[in-house]
């Protein structure tokens, strides 16, 4: 399980680096949109990232209902859970 | 607390164009002299910002049939398709479109927003799946919102990145469609539409191509960008608008699959709207007519694309698109220098279109052009003077 929270993690903070180079330090707890001030191109630019380090498709209907990187990574545990690679 | 509290950002963002001048965000326009001129500002100006591709809007053909239409069936049809607002001519205009086409259905909508509402909605349900290019326009994703399928974006033109995820649903991917654009409204440029016809037949799933803007501009009959591929035969379903190449407003949807048919009965921005106006319907059968025949029109479109494309690259300007179409985008580094363009194009007298983020792919800013065969050699040196005059103070 640790295994998969910390490739979970590493693939979230390596998407950051990669669609938002712009952002200092990642504060998982914070709200993409209203805290960090992403639009909804960059987000869907984040979730794409996100998706090639994994390996798997997040559905758009995900996004709506995820604020930080930290609900989007329980999401991600859980997809991943239900189909594992 | 307020309702409007949610809007502040947007307001900042549209505060941040600048309160004084003409406001490049729904700028308004006083009047039309012709397809291709206008007055901003008391100022006559060359329209290079109307997606009025073939000029069409003013061809007195295509206003003397809105105008008959008009006197004889009055101003509305003040009713849904499914209740009162059927009439012969929507028929004959779906016909026409299925038969410009060889294709046994179409269906018209009120605007072309609703077309692609409409089909994308209702055509993936609840068990489905929707591929979306990542540069959709708002009407594709809303389509997405507003039906029950599970919706999954792939990087836009990417058919590798598409067919990576069609792997991933397996045996599911015959119960996907996927959403494509002919041209992309934004940066003007097209996708490699052979490439994600494969990966589309590799794994059995559906392609619906959005030819909005490239309808009437690419083809020997003008139908698109399919049409000009000699890929017709393997998309099942293209999506159009009459408000850009055919000047009026509306869309429309065409398959060779008969079955489409049956989205009369399920398509709700469909079934829950009023019917286009007759007149709309008639200015369009009329302008269907001369798109169809418009060789010379599109001959005269793409001079103008080539002259204009030509000039820009020649004084080094990064476009969003390497092939020339009737979109040209350029890419300016930051919103200050796209507005300052935007404003010394229109006190040159040329009035174009200013789009920033969010309304922008990739948070870029742009200055689009869209071009038209109402312009004249002349507008085109115009427009390639002021370039070149922005360019020498830049």
Same mark, same amino acid.
């Given at each position: 399980m640790t295994n998969h929270n910390d490739r979970i993690d590493q693939a979230i903070r390596n998407a950051v680096e990669t669609a938002l180079p712009q952002i200092n330090g990642i504060d998982f707890d914070a709200a993409l949109t209203s805290d960090i001030g992403l639009d909804s191109v960059q987000v869907m630019d984040l979730v794409m990232e996100i998706e090639d380090e994994l390996d798997i498709s997040v559905p758009v209907e995900v996004l709506a209902e995820v604020q930080t990187l930290n609900q989007l990574g329980e999401r991600l545990r859980s997809m991943i859970k239900d189909n594992p690679a | 607390m307020s309702l409007f509290d949610k809007f502040s950002k947007l307001a900042g963002a549209r505060a941040s164009l600048g309160a004084e001048g003409t406001p490049p965000v729904a700028t308004p326009i006083e009047d039309i002299i012709s397809a291709a001129e206008g007055v901003i500002d008391g100022k006559r100006v060359i329209l290079a910002g109307t997606n009025n591709y073939l000029g069409l809007t003013l061809d007195p053909d295509v206003v003397h049939s809105a105008r008959q239409a008009?006197?004889?069936?009055? $101003?509305? $049809?003040?009713?849904?398709?499914?209740?009162?607002?059927?009439?012969?001519?929507?028929?004959?205009?779906?016909?026409?479109?299925?038969?410009?086409?060889g294709w046994p259905a179409a269906m018209v909508f009120s605007t072309g927003y609703q077309a692609n509402l409409a089909s994308i909605a209702t055509l993936a349900g609840k068990d489905d799946f929707l591929l979306l290019d990542s540069d959709s326009h708002a009407s594709i994703y809303d389509g997405a919102k507003l039906g029950n399928a599970q919706t999954v974006i792939f990087r836009h033109n990417d058919p590798e990145n598409l067919d990576r995820r069609l792997s991933r649903l397996g045996q599911d991917a015959t119960r996907a469609l996927i959403v494509v654009e002919g041209l992309y409204s934004m940066l003007g440029d097209q996708p490699p539409l052979a490439e994600f016809i494969e990966v589309k037949k590799r794994h059995n799933a559906w392609l619906l191509l959005d030819e909005a803007h490239s309808f009437g501009v690419f083809g020997e009959n003008g139908l698109g960008l399919a049409e000009q591929a000699g890929?017709?035969?393997?998309?099942?379903?293209?999506?159009?608008?009459?408000?850009?190449?055919?000047?009026?407003?509306?869309?429309?949807? $065409?398959?060779?699959?008969?079955?489409?048919? #049956?989205?009369?009965?399920?398509? +709700? =921005?469909? %079934?829950?709207?009023?019917?286009?106006?007759?007149?709309?319907?008639?200015?369009? +059968?009329?302008?269907?007519?001369?798109?169809?025949?418009?060789?010379? #029109?599109?001959?005269?479109?793409?001079?103008?694309?080539?002259?204009?494309?030509?000039?820009?690259?020649?004084?080094?300007? +990064?476009?969003?698109?390497?092939?020339?179409? =009737?979109?040209?985008?350029? %890419?300016l580094p930051d919103r200050e220098s796209a507005l300052a363009h935007w404003r010394g194009l229109l006190a040159n007298g040329i009035y174009t279109n200013l789009m920033v983020p969010p309304a922008t792919p990739k948070g870029l800013n742009l200055l689009r052009i869209s071009l038209s065969a109402a312009h004249t050699p002349e507008h085109i040196d115009r427009i390639v003077e002021a370039f070149g005059q922005l360019r020498k103070a830049a």
């Open positions: - | 008009l006197e004889h069936f009055g $101003t509305g $049809t003040t009713g849904s398709r499914m209740a009162n607002g059927s009439y012969h001519a929507h028929a004959a205009l779906e016909q026409e479109i299925g038969a410009a086409f890929l017709l035969g393997e998309i099942d379903f293209i999506v159009g608008t009459f408000s850009k190449s055919l000047g009026g407003i509306g869309g429309f949807c $065409t398959s060779p699959h008969a079955e489409l048919e #049956l989205l009369r009965l399920a398509a +709700r =921005p469909y %079934i829950f709207t009023a019917s286009p106006s007759p007149s709309v319907i008639a200015s369009t +059968r009329t302008a269907l007519s001369k798109v169809t025949a418009g060789a010379d #029109l599109r001959s005269r479109l793409w001079d103008n694309i080539n002259r204009l494309y030509r000039a820009l690259q020649t004084y080094g300007y +990064r476009l969003g698109s390497d092939k020339p179409g =009737p979109v040209a985008a350029i %890419i």
